[in-house]
């Protein structure tokens, strides 16, 4: 049976610290026996376009490996850009 791993990001998701998500990412989806990877943003105060883009590129390659991709504890202001930019419809935001 396969694995579910968690990442969670604090501070701020934006060019600064852009490849270090990218590696955490391609980490935690390499990681043998993965089913689910649960992005936590509980800790995130700020994200960019870059940071929307990573949440989008871990959906789209954890579909390419057959990992099912989950994002909780979006903060509201987070929630609303992910809104303006009409993401909603495509990131899987667990509501619980």
Same mark, same amino acid.
């Given at each position: 049976?396969?694995?579910?791993?968690?990442?969670?990001?604090?501070?701020?998701?934006? $060019?600064?610290?852009?490849?270090?998500?990218?590696?955490?990412? /391609?980490?935690?989806?390499?990681?043998? /026996?993965?089913?689910?990877?649960?992005?936590?943003?509980?800790?995130?105060?700020?994200?960019?376009?870059?940071?929307?883009?990573? $949440?989008?590129?871990?959906? /789209?390659?954890?579909?390419?490996?057959?990992?099912?991709?989950?994002?909780?504890?979006?903060?509201?202001?987070?929630?609303? $850009?992910?809104?303006?930019?009409?993401?909603?419809?495509?990131?899987?935001?667990?509501?619980?």
């Amino acid at each position: 049976m396969g694995q579910s791993v968690e990442i969670s990001w604090t501070g701020d998701v934006d $060019l600064v610290n852009i490849n270090d998500i990218r590696g955490e990412i /391609d980490h935690a989806l390499n990681t043998p /026996d993965v089913e689910q990877l649960v992005i936590d943003l509980s800790g995130v105060g700020f994200v960019d376009s870059l940071g929307l883009g990573m $949440l989008v590129y871990a959906v /789209d390659s954890g579909g390419t490996r057959g990992v099912a991709v989950s994002i909780r504890h979006v903060p509201d202001r987070t929630m609303n $850009l992910i809104r303006v930019a009409g993401l909603d419809d495509i990131l899987p935001i667990d509501a619980g």
